[in-house]
């Protein structure tokens, strides 16, 4: 069950922030980004796009910063009657 304050956390892709999500706790987060379905995901997301997924690219997770979560908070709200899911953001370049 997700606790009332979930943390955020943004996912880098080749270092750059990339992608942001919630998790209970920072080791939930790890196992997300670990999991074969969510790196299939990931692949699938960027297979669609101009530049393809680089399996060799570094992927590493970090906590949100206060802009990242802020956007995160934004799309959640968007989805609320969605909870059942896990939802993943992508950030976007200005």
Not at 79 to 88: E, I, T, W
Request: aromatic content about 10%; cysteine-free; glycine content about 2%.
């Amino acid at each position: 069950m997700m606790r009332k304050n979930p943390l955020i956390f943004t996912l880098d892709v080749a270092n750059e922030p990339a992608f942001v999500f919630q998790a209970e706790n920072a080791h939930a987060a790890e196992a997300l980004v670990q999991a074969p379905r969510f790196a299939r995901a990931l692949g699938d997301f960027y297979a669609k796009r101009r530049k393809p997924w680089d399996v060799r690219a570094a992927v590493s997770m970090r906590p949100a910063t206060e802009a990242e979560a802020a956007l995160y908070q934004d799309r959640l709200a968007e989805f609320a009657d969605v909870s059942d899911r896990v939802l993943v953001a992508r950030l976007t370049k200005a």
